[in-house]
T-cell receptor, first 114, second 115 residues
Framework: AQSVSQHNHHVILSEAASLELGCNYS??????LFWYVQYPGQHLQLLLK??????LVKGIKGFEAEFIKSKFSFNLRKPSVQWSDTAEYFC????????????FGTGTRLLVSP | NAGVMQNPRHLVRRRGQEARLRCSPM?????VYWYRQLPEEGLKFMVY????????ESGMPKERFSAEFPKEGPSILRIQQVVRGDSAAYFC?????????????FGPGTRLLVL
């Protein structure tokens, strides 16, 4: 069965530090990849997505992610975090066939201290 | 254009009662997905519906849970005879098309607490 692993459950950074959140998936076929963010008290919002093409994807708010097919990874990065990036981040995958059932990782809670 | 709406945002039930969760998709969206987030876990797919049809309910518990998306009105996730283990956040998402590259847009969720 498809699964998504986010190895960092909690991350604490100071403002201006660089961020990298890991995401690995287990599915051998073609996949679509997503990062969603959930700010405190708010609903999930799409940060970025990868379907095909350039494996380096730019998203909103300065985030980017790189799809490395050989490593089954889709890590999220931001060069300099802000206090407002404090949130929970979810990696998710869908298969590129059939309907869009999202398979989520367990999430990473990021706390950015001012 | 309003986003995905869910109500209530918080719901408290005693064991054995029924819980009804509502989801109004974004305007123009005819596909609805329900996900459940248990404490300290990621979101897990429950059911996928189109208007008047259940397309995939492979993530639904076999008993007590049901979902519908009528021709008119919101999608409803119904939990009968709730138990403490049903306490979770229930999220609805919608998309306009059944397209493998279509993004799902999420609602704010309903947080169910069973006492």
């Amino acid at each position: 069965a498809q699964s998504v692993s986010q190895h960092n459950h909690h991350v604490i950074l100071s403002e201006a530090a660089s961020l990298e959140l890991g995401c690995n998936y287990s599915y051998g076929g073609t996949v679509n990849l997503f990062w969603y963010v959930q700010y405190p008290g708010q609903h999930l919002q799409l940060l970025l997505k990868y379907f095909s093409g350039d494996p380096l994807v730019k998203g909103i708010k300065g985030f980017e992610a790189e799809f490395i097919k050989s490593k089954f990874s889709f890590n999220l990065r931001k060069p300099s975090v802000q206090w407002s990036d404090t949130a929970e981040y979810f990696c998710a995958v869908t298969r590129n066939t059939g309907f869009q059932k999202l398979v989520f990782g367990t999430g990473t809670r990021l706390l950015v201290s001012p | 254009n309003a986003g995905v709406m869910q109500n209530p945002r918080h719901l408290v039930r005693r064991r054995g009662q029924e819980a009804r969760l509502r989801c109004s998709p974004m305007k123009g969206h005819s596909h609805v997905y329900w996900y459940r987030q248990l404490p300290e876990e990621g979101l897990k797919f429950m059911v996928y519906l189109q208007k008047e049809n259940i397309i995939d309910e492979s993530g639904m518990p076999k008993e007590r849970f049901s979902a519908e998306f009528p021709k008119e009105g919101p999608s409803i996730l119904r939990i009968q005879q709730v138990v403490r283990g049903d306490s979770a956040a229930y999220f609805c998402a919608s998309s306009p098309l059944q397209d493998k590259q279509e993004t799902q847009y999420f609602g704010p969720g309903t947080r169910l607490l069973v006492l």
